[in-house]
């Protein structure tokens, strides 16, 4: 297992290739070390003893410890304590952990390329093993961009005016593809040692040039990082922990790209059959990583309950009964969607690959329950903190000669809290609710892994709504055939299986 400073120094022998606005920086810029400063305790974590049980395991493919961010989940028990680990880092960063894309990403390559041989006979999962061996070995950090820039929503890629709307191979060589497009909102990049690139919806045969997945150096020739980071306002008087950490989103430009034959893992464009396997690769990716949006978000709501709790005590209405009674929501949302993810675990079964799929409709019904509650929970807090949370004077004034002490005194509020403290309660709250970063985490709250709406089409195309009817077919008499119930779902590796058995009876010459 690799160091921070290991991470650190592969990262700053990177050739530049971020623009945040018109400047082209390099990766020691200083609004990228927020970033940097998560990534950090996704290395430390895994050389602690307090952590090692959840962050270190044991590589299927070669037997050496690594860490849990690079690895395929090979049981129930790994899906859990992916789980587990993702919550517990994400309340050491006060957000999102940052290093979950790169692992749902090359879980679902596992299960997909393991599918594309065995149904045509392609060499993509060892391709994919021996990727995965260097990724381990070396203890990578990998985004991953799935979402495209999609121009006309309700156009498909090839119906696009602009054919380049949708990430595209617009030449298979003997070595390799050239690639064109733009994936968009992808985080992490910029401080990433890859991006691992994936389609972003179900593709019909039209779409064959679109049907593309890959893994590159985020420094690669022809690849533009335009980055937007965020992160908490700098405090001069009363630095907190969470202060360093910060995020950064990126449109990622692949200008003519050349990705090396090694490096694919679904190319459409070359092989027209593959192209079927595209929307499974879109949906297996968005399935891990709303997994994933089991640990980190209760892990949000957590932070956002705790910061309501503390500033219900220093405003001294901690016991009445509508703050007790919002404060009993925050913490059952979060619940909620963790047992959704431990349950969708406990349901979880073994692709071919030998990967653990966990299941998709828990999984998805606990996302979306995350996405919706994600303003409510803000309100709550916002509500419980009152008005000060937007309108604090800045931190100078209370550490100023001729104010300072005139403005602490009117800090003080519950007689027991010092006023310092309930000042630094305030600029805590305003930097996770009011600040830049913090409307980036709503957002994301709401449309990262997939808005609401893409959680319902998931859960709506393998819940099979015949045999929930059954029960009111039973109950109101009418002929039907209910047997001792069991969730109605059709599961990733039914899925799979059908669809293996439907290509293999296709012709199959490319
Ligand atoms: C902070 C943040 C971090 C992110 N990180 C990543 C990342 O690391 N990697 C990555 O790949 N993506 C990332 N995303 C992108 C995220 O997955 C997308 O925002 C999400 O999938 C929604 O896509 P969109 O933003 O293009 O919105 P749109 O798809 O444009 O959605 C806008 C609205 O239109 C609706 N809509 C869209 N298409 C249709 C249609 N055909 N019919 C009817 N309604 C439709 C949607 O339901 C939604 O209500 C991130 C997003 C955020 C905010």
Redesign the pocket.
Not at 143 to 147: D, G, K, L, P
Not at 183 to 187: D, P, R
Not at 447 to 451: A, T
């Given at each position: 297992m690799k160091t921070f400073e290991d991470y650190l120094a592969r990262l700053y022998k990177m050739k530049p290739n971020i623009y945040i606005g018109n400047e082209l920086v390099g990766r020691d810029d200083p609004r990228l070390q927020g970033g940097q400063n998560i990534i950090k305790v996704t290395y430390d974590c895994a050389h602690s003893e307090e952590f090692e049980d959840l962050c270190v395991v044991t590589s299927h493919l070669t037997g050496k410890k690594i860490n849990r961010f690079c690895h395929i989940h090979q049981s129930e028990d790994d899906l859990l304590k992916k789980q587990l680990m993702t919550r517990l880092l994400c309340h050491r960063v006060g957000g999102c952990i940052q290093r979950c894309?790169g692992i749902d990403a090359l879980n679902a390559l596992s299960v997909i390329t393991y599918e594309l041989d065995q149904a045509l006979g392609t060499d993509h999962y060892e391709r994919f093993k021996k990727y995965l061996r260097y990724f381990q070995e070396n203890d990578l950090v990998a985004?991953?961009?799935?979402?495209d820039a999609?121009g006309d929503?309700?156009k498909r890629p090839h119906e696009q005016e602009d054919p380049d709307q949708y990430l595209r191979v617009i030449e298979t060589r003997e070595d390799g593809i050239v690639v064109r497009g733009c994936?968009?909102?992808?985080?992490n990049t910029p401080y990433a040692d890859e991006m691992i690139v994936v389609p972003?919806r179900y593709m019909g045969p039209e779409d064959k040039d679109y049907s593309v997945a890959f893994a590159l150096p985020t420094d690669w020739d022809g690849v533009k990082l335009l980055t937007r980071p965020a992160s908490f306002r700098k405090s001069e008087h009363m630095e907190f922990p969470a202060g360093k950490f910060g995020d950064a989103?990126t449109f990622i430009i692949f200008d003519d790209v050349f990705v090396p034959n090694d490096r694919i893992f679904l190319n459409g464009n070359g092989d027209p059959r593959q192209t079927a396997y595209a929307g499974f690769l879109a949906l297996m990716f968005a399935h891990y990583h709303r997994h994933s949006y089991t640990g980190c978000k209760p892990a949000i709501t957590e932070v956002i309950a705790s910061a309501a709790a503390l500033v219900a005590e220093y405003n001294g209405i901690e016991k009445t009964s509508h703050v007790q009674d919002k404060l009993s929501h925050l913490i059952g949302t979060a619940e909620l969607v963790f047992a959704a993810g431990e349950s969708s675990a406990k349901h979880s079964e073994k692709a071919p690959s030998g990967t653990q799929v966990p299941d998709e409709i828990l999984t998805n019904a606990g996302r979306r329950l995350a996405g919706e509650m994600i303003y409510e929970e803000y309100k709550v807090l916002a509500d419980i903190s009152g008005g000060l949370i937007a309108t604090l004077p800045y931190e100078g004034s209370f550490f100023s000669e001729d104010v300072g002490e005139l403005a602490m005194k009117y800090m003080k509020r519950n007689p027991r809290v010092k006023p310092e403290n309930v000042l630094r309660c305030f600029r805590g709250i305003e930097a996770f609710a009011v600040s830049e970063i913090a409307g980036?985490l709503q957002?994301?709250g709401l449309?990262?892994?997939?808005?609401p709406?893409?959680e319902t089409i998931t859960m709506m195309m393998r819940y099979d709504l015949e045999k929930l009817k059954n029960i009111s077919k039973y109950l109101f008499g009418i002929k039907s055939k209910l047997k001792r119930y069991e969730r109605p779902t059709v599961t990733p590796r039914k899925q799979l299986e059908k669809f293996r058995k439907a290509m293999k009876g296709k012709k199959l010459e490319k």
């Open positions: 894309m985004s991953c961009a799935q979402t999609k929503r309700l994936k968009i909102s992808i985080t972003c989103e980036l957002v994301a449309h990262g892994g997939g808005s709406s893409m």
